[in-house]
């Protein structure tokens, strides 16, 4: 596969790491996805696209049993493994899926990776690595761009981040570039991640042998003390620029 959309994050470990206490993460996508994982007592997990490893060690901190991070920048698994070595959190991080690893796992989470197939090809064959990694009957949990983000590129500002689409006109054309931009504190600098529409996303998944397909809107209610969640995030939530899909391997 093609890696130079991974490329671009070798850079990122710190930042993408200090984005696990953004607001939008911390009090709705986060919670959302635990609420949708369930129990992960004794479970096998893979984390595909780990970044820097937090919710492998998040998995493994609440009771997975085998919990493997993949990723193809080493700058991200470097900062992983550091990290889960200091909380002496026994997880592997790789770099390629061996054939040790195929069928093994009860649950694969895929978080904010699919928007880095920058070709269907390139779509396709992740989704297939993703669910191929599964057993059967295992559950793939994973965030794609949402396909009906809010296309206004300041509409993300006030979360920290702008996403531009390359074609302003055409902002929900399969495989249309994105530019997402970092610009809370004054950080700097940004990626290109893919856009791609339900029916690609559906399609892909399904084409990789995924049944049960379901779509689960981030809420904030997951949080703890939903209270708490600022007011802010109201407009993110109307217009949430990511969504859960979950589904089964046939
Ligand atoms: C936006 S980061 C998300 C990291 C992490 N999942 C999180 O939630 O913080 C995307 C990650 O996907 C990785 N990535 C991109 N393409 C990939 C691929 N084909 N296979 C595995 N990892 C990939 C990048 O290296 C990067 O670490």
């Known amino acids: 596969m093609n ?45 595909f696209g780990c970044g820097t490893g937090m919710y492998a060690r998040w998995l493994k901190q609440r009771g997975a049993g085998q919990v493997v991070g993949y990723d193809l920048t080493e700058g991200m698994l470097n900062y992983a493994r550091r990290r889960a070595e200091k909380e002496d959190l026994d997880i592997s991080f790789v770099s390629h899926l061996g054939p040790e690893l195929i069928g093994q796992f009860d649950l694969v989470l895929g978080v904010y990776v699919l928007p880095y197939a920058t070709t269907r090809p390139e779509l396709q064959a992740m989704c297939a690595d993703m669910v191929r990694l599964m057993r059967p009957g295992g559950r793939l949990l994973t965030l794609p761009i949402h396909p009906v983000y809010d296309p206004h590129p300041n509409y993300y500002e006030p979360y920290g981040f702008r996403l531009i689409a390359e074609d302003p006109e055409n902002p929900y054309a399969d495989g249309e570039r994105v530019k997402l931009e970092l610009c809370k504190n004054g950080e700097q600098g940004g990626v290109f991640a893919w856009y791609w529409s339900a029916t690609s996303l559906e399609r892909a998944l399904e084409q990789a042998g995924l049944r049960s397909l379901k779509w689960r809107e981030l809420s904030a209610s997951a ?18 620029h990511s969504i859960i899909i979950e589904g089964v391997r046939g």
């Open 3 to 47: 890696t130079a959309s991974s490329d671009q994050f070798n850079e990122y470990a710190s930042i993408y790491e200090d984005m696990s206490q953004w607001p939008f993460r911390k009090y709705i996508e986060i919670p959302s996805v635990f609420q949708e994982i369930g129990d992960v007592d004794g479970l096998s997990i893979l984390d």
């Open 223 to 240: 949080y703890p003390d939903a209270n708490q969640a600022p007011k802010e995030l109201h407009a993110y939530l109307q217009r949430p």
